[in-house]
Every structure is written in C-alpha cells, then in structure tokens.
C-alpha cells in the first residue's frame, strides 16, 4: 500500500489502571509500563478529571512540517472533567517505553479543549482501560520529518 504502513497484530492482557488524586498521568502510565512488562499497548478508554494539563494544537494554517513555530502549546489549571484519552504506548528508538497521548477536557461551562497530551495532573480520579498488543517486527517510536514529535516506526524483524 502506497503511502501508509500497517503491522498485523494480536491482542495480549488487558489493565485497568485507576491512578491517585495529584499524580502525574503519563509518569504513572510509563511506570505501569515498566512494571507489568507492556511493550505495546493502546489506550482504549480513560475517564476522571485532571488538573495542570499541558497539551498542544497545531496553528491554523500551518504547512508541514509542523515545527515548534507552527504550534501552540498551551498550559491549562483546570479542573478539568477529562472526557477521553486515547494513544499508545510503545518503545522509542532507545527501547524505552513512550506515549503518544491525546485528551479531551470540558470546563466547567461545557467548552471542549483538546489536543495532544504533553502532561496532567490526575484531580479526582482516573481511571483508564490498557490492552496490550503484540506485533511481529519492530515497532518503534522515531522523530517525525513531518508531525513534529515521534510517531510509529514499523520495521521487518531483522531490521
């Protein structure tokens, strides 16, 4: 297929992870990571509220590739109801696991924000679904030429 890589893969264990009031969400979903042994795995549901959130959206009119000039980074108090989060996490090229994340948040009003997930800060609850994947091959975390931050790198076995 021209232009788009894809990797079969089949399912492995499957978490629930609800994280304490005050702790930092990716932190805690890395240190998940590393004690349950998670190579791979997607962010199927996640729900609670969270405060400190750092995330980032891509200017209006940006062209590729998208630089640090070409985003807004922005940096919210809250609380905020977190409405969904969804990502991964997989190995980056130094075999260390790294989340790509992206959140949903609604004010107190009801306005939505959103954006890729740089860091949170769990306020009330949080409580989130994992499932594990396995893949044959090398699936990899690499710097983006295009997106700005690191994104799937999908190799052959002995690569």
Not at 4 to 28: D, N
Not at 104 to 125: C, M, N, P, Q, Y
Request: glycine fraction near 10%; charged fraction near 25%.
């Amino acid at each position: 297929m021209d232009n788009a890589w894809y990797k079969e893969c089949s399912t492995g264990r499957r978490f629930l992870l609800k994280i304490s009031p005050g702790e930092k969400l990716v932190e805690k979903l890395l240190n998940f990571a590393e004690e349950t042994g998670v190579k791979n795995a997607v962010i199927s549901s996640a729900i609670g509220s969270v405060t400190g959130v750092r995330i980032r959206g891509i200017k209006a009119g940006a062209k590729l590739p998208i630089t640090a000039p070409r985003m807004n980074i922005y940096e919210l108090d809250g609380p905020f109801e977190m409405l969904d989060l969804e990502g991964n996490i997989v190995p980056n090229d130094k075999g260390e696991s790294d989340c790509h994340l992206h959140i949903l948040i609604s004010k107190s009003t009801g306005e939505v924000l959103g954006g890729h997930l740089f860091d949170a800060r769990v306020f009330a609850s949080c409580e989130i679904m994992i499932e594990e994947f396995f893949v044959t091959g090398v699936v990899e975390r690499h710097q983006s030429k295009s997106g700005g931050i690191s994104t799937f790198y999908l190799g052959d076995k002995d690569e």
